[in-house]
């Protein structure tokens, strides 16, 4: 897409709020927005790529007008129409196959990346160049690299960006049962001393679902659906035969795809432990794995994997449920466990008079209105993204691993080739 076009785009943007503020002037509020709605003029428009299970249960309740659907499996798009049109009331959008069309529409502002994570970094790259703002599911990418370059699309392109989780800002934070922002105030307020350990564990409320998201060696070549574009499917994935075990719901079990549990759940879970820990801008300085050798194709299983920081805080991520009794958090003033509902009153007292932790822009739609940066949005989700990845990387090589936050480079040569991965023709970055 050219330089051109995006100037287009933003010219169009600003003429259309030019448009919305003379509307305003002119028209009175309750004639524009009646009972209470919003007002047509302030109505966002959405399109979405990817018609799986996380746009059925997430992406189409998500505040904005339909405009557009697309999915490269017919049966899958003609199943999220039906509950679009039938259960969320939408009547004026149109369905595609190739997410290309979606992008290329003018009238679209938010496009809403709902795909395998192979996918994420191409499209999100494609609609900064297309001036569209990004709602992204998570993992924000599936390699560094891929990160790295979403990261660049969006801030050349002036766009605003989300990844599609909410711990660090909203809602009871697993098995903490309190929300993130108390956890935080507790820390930054050395609470718990310094340097801190972190371990995520069943045994603290967070499950990997490893065995779930493993994959099956040696996959058999089968007959491609009719309904299904595979080809499409795997996009700039490596050229493998089809089997059903590869695409939908169980994808996260192949390494050209996702990164089996840790891929899954990492940023959920890691996301939210930067935000608490004040990592946001940095990665840790090691990765420790403790894994059988994997297999060439699928993910398998890991027992440990622990992140070091520069400054001593680690992360202990337990696969195999072998740390019962642990503490969600531990430093050498105090430690917090898995909540119960009196811990959290408790909490809730002992943090209430301590000093807030700055405050965070958690509407969306307001941020892109606004042009202002998401809680959680490219820079700080590159930095979870990389951590998770870093995990997957140590993973799939079965390997320790030193990084630096500055280079963004293993010290080692072969982790350092699955941080830009080739893509397949046509599809590049």
Same mark, same amino acid.
């Given at each position: 897409?050219?330089?051109?076009?995006?100037?287009?785009?933003?010219?169009?943007?600003?003429?259309?709020?030019?448009?919305?503020?003379?509307?305003?002037?002119?028209?009175?509020?309750?004639?524009?927005?009646?009972?209470?709605?919003?007002?047509?003029?302030?109505?966002?428009?959405?399109?979405?790529?990817?018609?799986?299970?996380?746009?059925?249960?997430?992406?189409?309740?998500?505040?904005?007008?339909?405009?557009?659907?697309?999915?490269?499996?017919?049966?899958?798009?003609?199943?999220?129409?039906?509950?679009?049109?039938?259960?969320?009331?939408?009547?004026?959008?149109?369905?595609?196959?190739?997410?290309?069309?979606?992008?290329?529409?003018?009238?679209?502002?938010?496009?809403?990346?709902?795909?395998?994570?192979?996918?994420?970094?191409?499209?999100?790259?494609?609609?900064?160049?297309?001036?569209?703002?990004?709602?992204? +599911?998570? *993992?924000?990418?599936?390699? !560094?690299?891929?990160?790295?370059?979403?990261?660049? @699309? /969006?801030? &050349?392109?002036? %766009? $605003?960006?989300?990844?599609?989780?909410?711990?660090?800002?909203?809602?009871?934070?697993?098995?903490?049962?309190?929300?993130?922002?108390?956890?935080?105030?507790?820390?930054?307020?050395?609470?718990?001393?310094?340097?801190?350990?972190?371990?995520?564990?069943?045994?603290?409320?967070?499950?990997?679902?490893?065995?779930?998201?493993?994959?099956?060696?040696?996959?058999?070549?089968?007959?491609?659906?009719?309904?299904?574009?595979?080809?499409?499917?795997?996009?700039?994935?490596?050229?493998?035969?089809?089997?059903?075990?590869?695409?939908?719901?169980?994808?996260?079990?192949?390494?050209?795809?996702?990164?089996?549990?840790?891929?899954?759940?990492?940023?959920?879970?890691?996301?939210?432990?930067?935000?608490?820990?004040?990592?946001?801008? +940095?990665? *840790?300085?090691?990765?420790? !794995?403790?894994?059988?050798?994997?297999?060439?194709? @699928? /993910?398998? &299983?890991?027992? %440990? $994997?622990?992140?070091?920081?520069?400054?001593?805080?680690?992360?202990v991520c337990d696969g195999n449920d072998s740390l019962e009794g642990a503490a969600f958090i531990q430093g050498p003033k105090g430690k917090m466990m898995k909540r119960l509902q009196s811990d959290i009153v408790d909490l809730v007292k002992k943090v209430k008079d301590l000093p807030e932790p700055p405050e965070q822009n958690t509407d969306f739609h307001q941020c892109v209105r606004e042009r202002k940066k998401f809680a959680l949005n490219e820079q700080n989700a590159f930095w979870s993204s990389t951590m998770v990845n870093m995990g997957i990387t140590a993973h799939r090589l079965n390997k320790n691993l030193q990084f630096n936050s500055k280079t963004l480079k293993f010290d080692d040569e072969q982790a350092n080739g699955l941080i830009n991965?080739?893509?397949?023709?046509?599809?590049?970055?």
């Amino acid at each position: 897409m050219s330089s051109s076009h995006f100037t287009r785009s933003t010219r169009r943007q600003a003429i259309k709020s030019l448009a919305t503020l003379a509307t305003i002037q002119i028209v009175p509020s309750h004639v524009l927005g009646k009972n209470g709605q919003t007002p047509p003029s302030e109505v966002l428009t959405k399109g979405i790529i990817g018609c799986g299970n996380i746009s059925r249960s997430q992406h189409l309740s998500m505040p904005g007008k339909l405009l557009a659907l697309c999915d490269c499996d017919s049966q899958h798009l003609a199943e999220v129409t039906k509950i679009a049109r039938e259960k969320k009331g939408e009547k004026d959008f149109t369905g595609y196959s190739d997410w290309r069309e979606l992008i290329a529409r003018d009238d679209i502002d938010i496009v809403h990346i709902a795909t395998p994570p192979h996918w994420h970094g191409k499209m999100a790259v494609e609609a900064a160049k297309a001036g569209k703002d990004i709602w992204c +599911e998570k *993992p924000m990418a599936r390699t !560094i690299g891929e990160a790295m370059a979403m990261v660049k @699309a /969006v801030e &050349k392109h002036g %766009r $605003i960006f989300r990844v599609n989780t909410w711990f660090r800002f909203q809602g009871g934070f697993y098995g903490m049962g309190a929300p993130v922002s108390m956890i935080k105030k507790a820390v930054m307020n050395d609470m718990l001393g310094w340097p801190l350990k972190v371990t995520v564990s069943k045994h603290t409320g967070f499950g990997w679902k490893l065995g779930m998201w493993s994959g099956t060696p040696g996959l058999k070549p089968e007959s491609v659906p009719a309904h299904l574009d595979y080809d499409m499917w795997l996009g700039p994935a490596p050229k493998k035969p089809y089997n059903h075990l590869r695409v939908h719901d169980r994808f996260r079990g192949y390494w050209d795809y996702d990164g089996g549990g840790l891929g899954d759940m990492g940023q959920h879970y890691l996301d939210p432990i930067q935000y608490i820990l004040g990592k946001d801008g +940095e990665a *840790p300085v090691s990765v420790e !794995i403790d894994a059988d050798p994997q297999d060439k194709e @699928a /993910v398998g &299983k890991w027992r %440990r $994997i622990e992140f070091t920081y520069a400054d001593g805080c680690k992360i202990v991520c337990d696969g195999n449920d072998s740390l019962e009794g642990a503490a969600f958090i531990q430093g050498p003033k105090g430690k917090m466990m898995k909540r119960l509902q009196s811990d959290i009153v408790d909490l809730v007292k002992k943090v209430k008079d301590l000093p807030e932790p700055p405050e965070q822009n958690t509407d969306f739609h307001q941020c892109v209105r606004e042009r202002k940066k998401f809680a959680l949005n490219e820079q700080n989700a590159f930095w979870s993204s990389t951590m998770v990845n870093m995990g997957i990387t140590a993973h799939r090589l079965n390997k320790n691993l030193q990084f630096n936050s500055k280079t963004l480079k293993f010290d080692d040569e072969q982790a350092n080739g699955l941080i830009n991965q080739p893509m397949r023709e046509p599809w590049q970055i």
